[in-house]
């Protein structure tokens, strides 16, 4: 069996989507960032941060899955490019 390395596009801001898209779906929903933190059992310095470092603070996909049931938003939602004229 021949084995060859097969060419994929991934997504090297992925990290970024998700927290600016947490931060989209956290306003849709109404939602402070202290209300999140609450709600998924963690800190509220780690949802601001999730946040405002755009990426450079990443979460489990335990806690992406708190998050999206908190925000009552499928969990794929998260890992959409943003749309960055209403960011």
Do not use: H, W
Not at 31 to 51: C, N, P
């Amino acid at each position: 069996m021949a084995v060859y390395k097969r060419n994929f596009k991934f997504d090297n801001d992925i990290r970024k989507n998700i927290s600016l898209n947490i931060k989209k779906y956290r306003l849709l929903n109404g939602i402070t960032q202290e209300q999140l933190a609450v709600d998924i059992g963690k800190s509220y310095d780690f949802t601001r941060r999730l946040e405002f470092k755009k990426g450079e603070v990443g979460c489990s996909i335990e806690t992406l899955y708190r998050i999206s049931v908190v925000l009552n938003t499928p969990i794929d939602k998260f890992l959409e490019k943003p749309d960055m004229k209403k960011e």
